[in-house]
Nanobody, 114 residues
Framework: VQLVESGGGLVQPGGSLRLSCAAS????????MTWARQAPGKGLEGVST???????LYADSIKGRFTISRDNAKNMVYLQMNSLKPEDTAAYYCATTILSTTFRGQGTQVTVSS
């Protein structure tokens, strides 16, 4: 299993970023995919999940601002982040659970600051 995130960076409050995650080594189309984040000094927080059916879940803290999507033809999952706030600053990870084992990528840093 390999998950490679990209798209992070420095953005001003109110700005937008689109994170991407390239997945390989497993049957992507039947797997639920999750974006999680870890802010400095805090624990890992689940941000959003998209199931193979297309059903999505969002944490209350980002609901209405972030949108998760997937492209099964490309084995990609995305996180469109709008109206970013300084409290969204964190390392963002793509993750999936297969046979009770959770895999995640190396992460991509998002910093929201003026």
């Amino acid at each position: 299993v390999q998950l490679v995130e990209s798209g992070g960076g420095l953005v001003q409050p109110g700005g937008s970023l689109r994170l991407s995650c390239a997945a390989s080594g497993f049957t992507f189309s039947t797997s639920a995919m999750t974006w999680a984040r870890q802010a400095p000094g805090k624990g890992l927080e689940g941000v959003s999940t998209i199931y193979s059916t297309g059903r999505t879940l969002y944490a209350d803290s980002i609901k209405g601002r972030f949108t998760i999507s997937r492209d099964n033809a490309k084995n990609m999952v995305y996180l469109q982040m709008n109206s970013l706030k300084p409290e969204d600053t964190a390392a963002y990870y793509c993750a999936t659970t297969i046979l009770s084992t959770t895999f995640r990528g190396q992460g991509t840093q998002v910093t929201v600051s003026s």
